[in-house]
């Protein structure tokens, strides 16, 4: 690991436009620091900022960038109106990594690509200019949709999948004020010559705001292909739902992940669904895993990694 110097934000202005990388839970940016792969010369760390609210917001949710994945899905205001959102949280990592792992981290963790994480790999996204071993090499994982001859990686989030399925949108506060970018369009596609960077110098995430999710988000459900059923990323996944009337489809969501560098929202197929009639049974929601685990004591703190059960929310 290269030496580096460590800084704590106490204000949110003095985390906006510091020099250096932000770290939230480390999750991401440690392990990459350790294999030599992200190297800054200094970290900001904003976990004790004020970030960790989730408020409700115009019919809708806002959620603090330092709100853990944990606590965002066993929120009850997710459970009854996004649970998509909680399964997809739920579908990620372990409850260790769920406890430290922010909702900002999550939204920039880096790409899984095995030749970005291998120092001695030339990889566009690494250092731009110097190829990409991944064209011609292993591609399991890698995109199908939006890709380039620069890069061909695919973005991990589980959570910035159900999130685009439901027009969330990233709050971000920069030197020079604040802007919001859909969650669909907010990373970037690679261009010719390598993948531009999704925030600008001393840009942070503030927070992400869910809109108003109407009828339909709360029977929407959020699905994950992986090689096993724990602690593996999406081979593919999709967040999915309609909203049915009088018989119908009036409006649809579909959101895909593993298949490109940002949630593809599947805009035609969303187009096509509507006005066709419901032609199933509604699918109850699944049943939590049945648990064994005893109920926490109450002496217990919440926060605690009580249960392993990756569907349970207890
Ligand atoms: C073994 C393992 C398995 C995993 N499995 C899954 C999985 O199945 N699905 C899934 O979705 N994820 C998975 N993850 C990824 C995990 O969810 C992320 O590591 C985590 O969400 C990152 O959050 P963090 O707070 O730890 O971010 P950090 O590691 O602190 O930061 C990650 C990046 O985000 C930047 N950053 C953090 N917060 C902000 C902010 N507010 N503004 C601007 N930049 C910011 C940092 O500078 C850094 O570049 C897994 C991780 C591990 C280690
Ligand atoms: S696919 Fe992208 S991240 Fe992977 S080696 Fe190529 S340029 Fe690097």
Redesign the pocket.
């Known amino acids: 690991m290269n030496l580096f110097e460590y800084t704590r934000a106490d204000t949110l202005e003095a985390a906006v436009g510091a020099d250096g990388?932000?770290?939230?839970?480390?999750?991401?940016?440690?392990?990459l620091m350790k294999i030599g792969v992200?190297t800054p010369s200094r970290l900001v760390d904003?976990t004790r900022l004020p970030?960790r609210g989730i408020k409700d917001h115009d019919g809708g949710l806002r959620i603090g960038?330092?709100v853990s994945?944990a606590d965002l899905a066993r929120d009850p205001r997710i459970l009854a109106r996004f649970p998509a959102v909680a399964e997809a949280l739920l579908?990620?990592?372990?409850p260790q990594?769920r406890n430290?792992?922010?909702t900002?981290?999550?939204v920039?963790?880096?790409t899984r690509c095995s030749y970005f994480q291998d120092p001695l790999s030339p990889c566009n996204r690494r250092v731009a200019g110097s190829g990409c071993s991944a064209i011609g090499g292993v591609t399991r994982n890698h995109a199908v949709l939006g890709w380039s001859d620069a890069c061909i990686a695919t973005h991990?989030?589980?959570?910035c999948v159900a999130l685009a399925a439901f027009d969330a949108v990233v709050e971000i506060a920069g030197p020079t004020g604040t802007r919001s970018v859909p969650m669909a369009e907010f990373h970037p596609l690679p261009d010719a010559v390598g993948v531009p960077p999704a925030?600008a110098a001393g840009?942070?995430?503030?927070d992400v705001t869910l809109p108003d999710p109407g009828g339909m988000a709360r029977h929407a459900r959020y699905v994950k292909l992986r090689e096993r059923t724990s602690?593996?990323?999406?081979i593919v996944s999709a967040a999915a739902g309609v909203h049915v009337a009088d018989g119908r489809i009036v409006a649809a969501r579909l959101a895909l992940g593993g298949v490109a560098a940002r949630p593809w929202r599947a805009h035609a197929a969303e187009a096509a669904l509507i006005g066709q009639p419901r032609p199933w049974t509604p699918l109850p929601m699944p049943p939590r895993w049945p648990c064994r685990v005893p109920r926490r004591p109450a002496t217990m703190p919440p926060r605690s990694c009580w249960h392993s059960a990756s569907r349970c929310v207890r």
Do not use: K, R, W
């Open positions: 990388a932000i770290l939230a839970g480390g999750t991401n940016l440690l392990d992200a904003i970030l960038a330092m994945n579908s990620g990592a372990s990594l430290a792992a922010s900002g981290g999550n920039m963790q880096a991990p989030s589980d959570l925030l840009e942070v995430i503030t602690y593996a990323f999406a």
